[in-house]
């Protein structure tokens, strides 16, 4: 029971699902493009009484508190002195008339700004008794009318003359040659030499308040609030025989107006804007539920395109009504985003990511069993292949079925050698031979690879692009069993071969790599890189073919329609307002419809027409801003500044030319968005940015702007002279500092020569000091030897003198004679002399011990001889001369002679101490 009960409630909630998807699909249809601007565009108010569109071609809004300004770049928006309600508007010649509580008067443009100049208060038309409000304004006969519900106020330029009604009144209406007053309860009026006449036989239209009359191809059209419309033929009023009428009735009509192509706009209070097409009879519905912000109609203006601009109760509307562009909107996000799209008989089918839906009859609806990722649409003979995640589905007049299971047909193209077509799928390719037949496939053996792209121009050769990365050459024999599969994106050793795409042009197949396009080369058997498309679509990421010689292309992020005329190729931008945001990366597909062309969008679709006229430039205008100010031709502008350059067309719809420009002449043309060119980091110096149409092949000049750019200000003549100064004081105190640094450096010097003086002298006294303590040990030294042979000479003269004495005792102690004794001393005497052995034993010693001093003075004096030098050695022995007679075996009186002899050798003077001398050689 509990089973039974679960699968009759999901019965029920599946019925009540596709019933509630059903009804809120029931709306959607193919309408014309929408642009809304709301309070954050325009920083306004809400309400929008009063459209129209100035001589300047900039569109003006009465929008309570403010008069808003549009020229297609920037929104400005004014208050008048009083700062009260505006409540309508009109155009004059370069006037904007405006009107108000107790107040009208007009607005004109100078310097970029509007100006206020009230006619009510120089001609004190009210009274402090009034309480009016100025809702209409309207020109008729050469006047001008403020219209309020009280009374009228004409105004020939010069005075006001005032009407007052009798009676309570909705607006007035300029129809024909006749001005008709539309009164709440007694019908209509018409105003006959400032007097108000009641039309008779209109009695229908009292007890109504009248918001529109329009006269249309003879016939007059009355606009009631909550009555319909009625329709006066020949005299005779009668309600509007239309289907449209009944609901009208209940929608609460605001506004209305005719339009060119026989069209009729009805503004509504609860139900948006309907668009009638009197030649067909057929309407369409533009309200909250499929695009418009709010369903409230306050005012409907028209541009000189014929467009639309429809005051909202909050916010403002741009319909192009005349555009060739029409867009399927889904605002419900039901049928979520379109993959693919395809024109039927009764309507189109679209592939989402929700399933596969069908528009037909105004009806939008799913598919049942299609629910998933459906892929690709494409038209065999009159029947539709679908590609779905869930396998590939047949749509044929109505009738729908699953024809594979294989997963995931991603794109079917035709094959350019036979009327086969080849698929693409998660696990490879799939052949179809017979039109006729889609059941007789054929599975392409020996590849498992997921293909998004295929495409053959020669015989048992498929081009296959992977899903992810690579774009692979495939061979087959004619039982389709692969023979060779090369990855020839490796083979051509190009790196980045993510997303491969593939397109044939004119039998040809091109590969869009990593933003450049290649060719095949059949010798090479590498793929290089195709001068002709490379020259005339650089940094392109998708390109994807409408016919044989158009095809669509994905530019640095806007789309282009090219038309391939022979080998020249005319481009024309689409507007990217159209798909701004909207394009599914990687998933552009077309679908040519007559001489249009479908375009898959992630909200819908949007239809384009293939033949299209180039677009042409009206007066371009350049209004060129800096901080907001209006800045003339030629004019200077602070260095480093902002410039903001309005280029204006006066066009705001489809036909809205192709605008480029160049700065300062240089190579590249670059698209003018939105009308607007910013530029920063500006030389100074002269500058220039000229302006230039693209009519799809050339690019012509149409205007141009001349500024001059400052010099920044530290560049001048003030800040020059400044620097100059600067440098000036800065070489100064440079010198100065270089004088005291020379100056310090001097004196730095000069202690540091003392120091280094004193250092020396330290040094040198010291060097002194050891040259003396070496020179007195030296002296010692000498003074040592000198002692040391003193010392060797004493003691072997009292040695043999103590022997002799010793001998000459011991004969003295003897018994001898005299004689004999006499003789014994004589031989004792003789032989305790000194013998010749000991004294050359004690000269070679005392060599020794003065060889150092002989050298010296040999060296000094060499024409001494040995024995002046043996004198030196005495002498500096501090001998006597009486103690060297012995030892030089010479007489007293010798030895002062050998002296004297000796000084002149050694040139001493005669106060020279010769002892002393001989100590310092």
């Known amino acids: ?304 395109e014929n467009d639309l601009w429809l005051g909202l109760d909050n916010g403002i509307a741009h319909i192009e009504v005349n555009s060739p562009i029409s867009i399927f909107y889904d605002n419900s996000g039901i049928l979520g985003s379109v993959y693919s799209v395809a024109s039927t008989s009764k309507g189109y089918l679209m592939a989402s990511n929700h399933g596969v839906f069908k528009y037909e009859d105004k ?213 990217e307002k159209y798909y701004k945001g909207k394009i599914i990366n990687d998933n552009l597909k077309v679908f040519k419809n007559n001489e249009n062309y479908l375009l898959n969008l992630d909200d819908g679709f949007i239809s384009l027409q293939l033949n299209y006229a180039n677009k042409k430039a009206s007066n371009i205008n350049v209004e060129a801003f800096v901080n907001n100010n209006l800045i003339k031709n030629n004019s200077k502008i602070p260095y480093n500044t902002e410039l903001r350059i309005h280029i204006l067309s006066g066009v705001f719809g489809a036909t809205r030319p192709n605008l480029f420009y160049k700065v300062n002449g240089l190579k590249e043309f670059i698209p003018v968005k939105e009308g607007l060119i910013i530029l920063n980091n500006l030389n100074s110096g002269s500058n220039e940015i000229t302006v230039y149409l693209h009519d799809g092949l050339n690019y012509d000049k149409v205007s141009s702007f001349q500024f001059l750019v400052s010099k920044p200000w530290y560049f001048s003549p003030w800040m020059i002279l400044l620097y100059f100064i600067v440098i000036g004081v800065i070489l100064y105190l440079y010198y100065k500092w270089n004088k005291m640094r020379y100056i310090q450096k001097l004196e730095l010097r000069d202690e540091e020569l003392k120091h280094q003086k004193k250092i020396l002298e330290m040094e040198l006294k010291a060097e002194n000091e050891l040259n003396i303590q070496e020179y007195q040990k030296h002296i010692l030294e000498l003074e040592l030897q000198t002692k040391s042979s003193e010392v060797a000479g004493k003691s072997l003269s009292i040695a043999k003198q103590s022997e002799m004495i010793e001998n000459i005792q011991s004969i003295l102690d003897s018994d001898m004679d005299f004689n004999k004794l006499k003789s014994e001393i004589k031989k004792a005497i003789k032989i305790n002399a000194v013998n010749k052995h000991e004294w050359e034993t004690f000269e070679t010693n005392l060599n020794q011990i003065h060889n150092e001093f002989i050298i010296n003075l040999s060296k000094k004096f060499p024409n001494l001889t040995s024995k002046d030098i043996k004198l030196c050695i005495y002498l500096k022995m501090n001998l006597s001369s009486k103690e060297i007679a012995p030892m030089m075996n010479i007489s007293f009186r010798g030895v002062e002679l050998h002296r004297y002899r000796l000084r002149k050798k050694l040139n001493l003077v005669q106060d020279e101490n010769l002892s002393k001398f001989l100590l310092t050689v």
């Not at 508007?89 to 206020?116: A, H, L, P």
Request: net charge positive.
């Open 363 to 575: 009806v939008l609806s799913l598919i049942p069993n299609t629910q998933g990722q459906a892929w690709n649409i494409s038209k065999i003979n009159n029947k539709y292949l679908i590609g779905h995640n869930e396998g590939t589905f047949i749509y044929d007049n109505g009738l729908f079925s699953k024809l594979s299971i294989i997963n995931g047909g991603w794109n079917l193209a035709k094959s350019s050698i036979n009327n086969s077509y080849l698929q693409a799928t998660y696990s490879g390719v799939i052949i179809y031979n017979d039109t006729n037949d889609l059941n007789q496939k054929i599975i392409l053996k020996g590849i498992l690879k997921p293909i998004k792209y295929v495409a053959q121009n020669r015989k048992n050769e498929i081009w296959a692009a992977d899903n992810n990365r690579g774009l692979y050459r495939i061979l087959y024999n004619d039982a389709y069993e692969t023979t060779s599969i090369k990855n020839v994106t490796q083979l051509s050793k190009i790196k980045n071969d993510f997303g491969v795409k593939i397109f044939e042009f004119r039998n040809e197949v091109l590969f869009l790599i990593n933003k450049s396009f290649y060719t095949y080369n059949s010798i090479t058997n590498l793929l290089e890189q195709n001068e002709l498309f490379n020259n005339n679509f650089k940094n392109a990421s998708n390109i994807v073919s409408i016919d044989e010689n158009h095809f669509l292309i994905l530019q640095e992020g806007l789309l282009y329609h090219i038309y391939a005329n022979e080998n020249k190729f005319i481009r024309n931008i689409i507007q």
């Open 1 to 304: 029971m509990d089973t039974k009960h679960h699968i009759l409630k999901a019965r029920i909630t599946t019925i009540i699902l596709f019933y509630l998807i059903s009804f809120q699909l029931y709306a959607q249809e193919l309408l014309p493009f929408v642009e809304n601007y709301n309070k954050s565009d325009y920083q306004g108010d809400n309400q929008i009484w009063n459209v129209a569109q100035g001589n300047d071609n900039a569109m003006y809004f009465a929008n309570n508190y403010y008069l808003l300004r549009y020229d297609g770049v920037k929104w400005e928006k004014y208050s008048l002195p009083n700062k009260t309600i505006i409540r309508s508007i009109m155009v004059d010649g370069d006037r904007i008339y405006s009107g108000s509580y107790k107040e009208f008067g007009y607005w004109y443009r100078k310097n970029g700004k509007m100006i206020y100049v009230s006619i009510s208060d120089t001609t004190k038309v009210f009274d402090e008794s009034d309480n009016e409000e100025v809702w209409k304004i309207f020109k008729f006969n050469g006047k001008i009318y403020f219209q309020s519900f009280n009374g009228l106020f004409q105004y020939n330029g010069k005075i006001i003359k005032k009407s007052k009604f009798d009676f309570l009144v909705s607006y007035c209406f300029p129809v024909g040659k006749e001005l008709l007053v539309a009164s709440v309860e007694n019908g209509v009026y018409k105003m006959k030499n400032s007097k108000f006449e009641k039309i008779e036989g209109w009695s229908v239209l009292e007890n109504n308040v009248i918001h529109a009359i329009e006269k249309h191809q003879n016939k007059t059209y009355f606009f009631t609030k909550k009555n319909g419309v009625y329709v006066e033929e020949n005299g005779a009023l009668k309600e509007w025989q239309s289907p449209l009428n009944t609901i009208l009735k209940a929608a609460n009509i605001n506004v209305a107006k005719f339009i060119k192509n026989n069209k009729l706009i009805i503004g509504t209070a609860n139900k948006g804007v309907y668009i009638f097409d009197l030649n067909s009879g057929t309407y369409k519905n533009i309200n909250r539920n499929n695009v418009l912000m709010n369903n409230s109609i306050l005012s409907i203006g028209l541009d000189k």
